[in-house]
Each structure stands twice: as C-alpha cells, then as structure tokens.
C-alpha cells in the first residue's frame, strides 16, 4: 500500500501516525525497495519488448536481403542471356555483310547510329 500511495500521501500517513522516526525510516527503505522492484520489473518488460522488436526486424532485415539476392541472381541471368543473344545477333550481321567476324566490330552511338568497324587491335 505504501509503495504505490503519492509521495504527498505517504508523508501524511506517516505524520498521522505515532510511529518513531526509525520505524518512518523503516517503512521509507520499504517503500524505497518496492518501488526499484517495480522499476526494475518494467526495465526487464520493455529490454524484452525491444529484444522482441529487433529480432522482428532483423527477420525483416534477412528476407529483404535473401530477395535482394534472389533478384540479383535472376539480372545477372538475364544480363548474361542478352549478351548471348547481342552476340549471336552481331554475329548473324557481319556474316550476312560478308565480314569477317574477328576483324569487325559493331557500335553503337548516343544516337543510336550503328556502324560496322574495323577491330583495332593493340
């Protein structure tokens, strides 16, 4: 009952009562005790709560990233399956120009103006 009483009310208890100061400084170390034992009980609920609400996140965090990965792997594939198909189709051109396909070269400007050129090797 003390614990839980205003401080303004305790003190008035106290002072309503005929108790000797060392029984004050008794029920003042009760009080004192039960209220760090509520405070340390609502400590440890709110590091479990926050505990609880990292791991959430870092779950979260891990199926982000595994996606991440997954889509990465999946443009990468797709990546190296239109540079197949570019050079096969460069390829399919020189050969139908009658160029030789280690000797040419097909680029393609910012204006999207394509030009059929000699390799230049060094």
């Known amino acids: 009952e003390i614990i839980f009483k205003p401080m ?3 003190n008035d ?12 400084n008794v029920c003042r170390d009760i009080r004192r005790r039960g209220k760090n034992k509520i405070a340390a009980q609502n ?6 709560s926050q ?3 990292l791991e959430s996140q870092l779950s979260q965090a891990r199926s982000r990233k595994e996606n991440i990965l ?8 797709r990546h190296h399956e239109w540079e197949r198909r570019l050079g096969r189709l460069e390829s399919d051109i020189l050969i139908r120009l009658g160029k030789e396909e280690n000797s040419w070269v097909i680029n393609v400007d910012r204006n999207m103006v394509v030009k ?4 230049i090797v060094m």
Do not use: G, P, Y
């Open 116 to 119: 059929v050129e000699h390799k």
């Open 70 to 77: 997954s889509e990465r792997v999946e443009l990468l594939r």
């Open 13 to 24: 208890l106290l002072s309503s009562q005929a108790v000797t100061e060392e029984q004050i």
């Open 43 to 48: 400590c440890r609920k709110r590091k479990i």
């Open 8 to 10: 303004e009310e305790f």
């Open 51 to 53: 505990f609880s609400c």
